[in-house]
């Protein structure tokens, strides 16, 4: 809701309008700054209003053609536009947290409370049947896209990864595809490890493909899928896809911090999506730089391939869902993907794993800032700035945003309520 202040009125009157349409919409009130009529004086006595019985609202007051008002007004636009399409959203989580990470867990009363968002558990044997139901001309038509795309770059071995065990990956990625629709999920997570990467096939091209905007279908929408099932990162990403305008979002671990570089190499088998190896919307630019490999026996005894290539230089925000005593805060910080000489870039790449994909970072803050603030070992990210939009979301649900670096400012509501409520 935007409430246009551009002349007084009389505040009483907005009772009939918010209880009609319900109290539980993110309120913006818009005002002009014009002298002749007391627009800010409207905005100021009506919004003061709504916050005396606890409602959240948000003020802009400028030039409406003022590029900088409009930037504004756009931006708490898309955040609450993020807020209002998730709230009622089911998450379909396929299998539970894995591996006993507790930090994955959906937390259903915080996450309802806030967000609005509820979960469907579903075991992966359900997928492992559903695979066998996927028609064989479309897993082939999968297989072919993917072999013109990357030629010898899919490194057969005769053994973990070979056309067949590649072929079930592109059958997992169509059940889930299946799944999703039939049972109405907006966003998913599967576990994988271990039942999956032990005796069925890794999920990682599967996950790739679920948050590409593209397949050999054509142009799709990027379907938010989380690696091992992490439920607090699934909405991350959900929240990080709206609040870009519908931006592929990228999930990995954080693995390992070069003090010389003051670098970060965020690496995790799977859930890159291969949009980040060029921030393209052609598939065949970006596939020039991902090389499928046979997956590590040690860890993935099932075989499939890996997907690798390193993150293309530019701006991201990196953003995490983490819980305190019940309560959802979310941890923002802007980061710059570095592009690296091949050199140095192989050389990195190989104290963690080569055949994973990798994103070198810098954050805009403090290698200890961020390790004691951080909540998990999952971190996610998207293109571009969106730090503005992703406080202003966090403000309209009522959860903490902890921006780290020199940026650090209070909440709004904070700074009126010390539990903003």
């Given at each position: 809701?935007?409430?246009?202040?551009?002349?007084?009125?009389?505040?009483?009157?907005?009772?009939?309008?918010?209880?009609?349409?319900?109290?539980?919409?993110?309120?913006?009130?818009?005002?002009?700054?014009?002298?002749?009529?007391?627009?800010?004086?409207?905005?100021?006595?009506?919004?003061?209003?709504?916050?005396?019985?606890?409602?959240?609202?948000?003020?802009?007051?400028?030039?409406?053609?003022?590029?900088?008002?409009?930037?504004?007004?756009?931006?708490?636009?898309?955040?609450?536009?993020?807020?209002a399409s998730m709230r009622g959203q089911v998450y379909g989580m396929y299998g539970g947290h894995s591996m006993g990470m507790e930090t994955g867990y959906f937390h259903l009363i915080a996450l309802q409370k806030a967000l609005g968002i509820t979960v469907y558990q579903i075991d992966q044997l359900w997928l492992v049947e559903k695979m066998k139901e996927v028609p064989e001309e479309e897993v082939e038509k999968g297989f072919r896209w993917l072999t013109e795309m990357l030629g010898d770059r899919i490194r057969y071995d005769g053994r973990m990864l070979t056309p067949e065990t590649l072929k079930k990956q592109i059958r997992l990625y169509l059940a889930m595809k299946a799944v999703n629709e039939e049972y109405g999920f907006d966003f998913c997570g599967i576990k994988g490890q271990r039942e999956m990467s032990e005796?069925?096939?890794?999920?990682?091209?599967?996950?790739?493909?679920?948050?590409?905007?593209?397949?050999?279908?054509?142009?799709?929408?990027?379907?938010?899928?989380?690696?091992?099932?992490?439920?607090?990162?699934?909405?991350?990403?959900?929240?990080?896809?709206?609040?870009?305008?519908?931006?592929?979002?990228?999930?990995?671990d954080v693995r390992l911090y070069h003090p010389d570089k003051d670098l970060w190499d965020f690496c995790n088998s799977g859930n890159h999506s291969s949009w980040y190896a060029m921030r393209s919307d052609d598939p065949r630019e970006n596939f020039k730089k991902v090389t499928l490999h046979p997956a590590l026996e040690l860890y993935f005894r099932a075989g499939g391939a890996s997907v690798e290539f390193d993150a293309a230089p530019g701006e991201m925000t990196f953003a995490r869902i983490g819980i305190w005593d019940d309560k959802l805060y979310m941890v923002i910080v802007r980061g710059m993907v570095q592009d690296l000489p091949e050199e140095e870039r192989r050389r990195l790449a190989a104290m963690t794993n080569?055949?994973?994909?990798?994103?070198?970072?810098?954050?805009?803050?403090?290698?200890?800032?961020?390790?004691?603030?951080?909540?998990?070992?999952?971190?996610?990210?998207?293109?571009?700035?969106?730090?503005?939009?992703?406080?202003?979301?966090?403000e309209i649900a009522g959860i903490e945003p902890i921006i780290l670096g020199e940026e650090r400012r209070p909440p709004l509501w904070d700074r009126i309520h010390k539990h903003g409520k």
């Open positions: 809701i935007i409430l246009l202040y551009y002349i007084w009125n009389y505040p009483y009157l907005v009772w009939p309008f918010i209880n009609m349409v319900g109290r539980d919409k993110p309120i913006l009130s818009l005002s002009n700054n014009e002298g002749a009529y007391p627009g800010n004086v409207g905005l100021l006595a009506t919004d003061g209003a709504l916050r005396q019985i606890g409602i959240r609202t948000h003020r802009i007051i400028g030039d409406i053609e003022d590029p900088k008002v409009q930037e504004r007004v756009v931006n708490w636009i898309m955040a609450a536009e993020a807020y005796y069925v096939c890794i999920t990682d091209v599967a996950e790739m493909l679920m948050n590409d905007p593209y397949d050999w279908n054509g142009a799709k929408e990027p379907f938010i899928c989380s690696t091992e099932a992490d439920s607090l990162a699934a909405v991350t990403m959900q929240v990080l896809k709206y609040i870009s305008g519908g931006l592929p979002v990228l999930f990995a080569p055949t994973w994909p990798h994103a070198f970072v810098k954050l805009d803050c403090s290698f200890d800032e961020f390790v004691s603030v951080f909540p998990c070992n999952h971190i996610l990210g998207v293109a571009g700035d969106h730090v503005d939009k992703l406080v202003t979301y966090c």
